[in-house]
């Protein structure tokens, strides 16, 4: 059974850091790309985040030299560095295999308040 679980959210300033984390379970995480995605209320799910099997990353360009991404394949985890907050960053932050279909986490909110 495939678990996925976030946490490291929470209420910060705009400007400022938080670091999130994921650990994964039930899946051969080494060979999987991981994302992480963020949902905002009353908007899709959106990729923001994603690192490769291989160490490929790419980021969304509302991220991008924001966000850092980073993964260890001998603990399951998979990191979201988030620097530089800003209000829109506001959303519940999931971690998942890329194109992920299976059941999703229960996500950590991150706050930004202006």
């Known amino acids: 059974q495939v678990q996925l679980v976030e946490s490291g959210g929470g209420l910060v300033q705009a400007g400022g850091s938080l670091r999130l984390s994921c650990a994964a379970s039930g899946i051969i995480f080494s060979i999987k790309s991981m994302g992480w995605y963020r949902q905002a209320p009353g908007k899709q799910r959106e990729l923001v985040a994603v690192v490769t099997s291989g160490g490929v990353i790419n980021y969304s360009d509302s991220v991008k030299g924001r966000f850092t991404i980073s993964r260890d394949n001998a603990k399951n985890t998979v990191v979201l560095q988030m620097n530089s907050l800003k209000p829109e960053d506001t959303a519940v932050y999931y971690c998942?295999?890329?194109?992920?279909?299976?059941?999703w986490g229960q996500g950590t909110q991150v706050t930004v308040s202006s």
């Open positions: 998942a295999p890329l194109a992920w279909s299976g059941t």
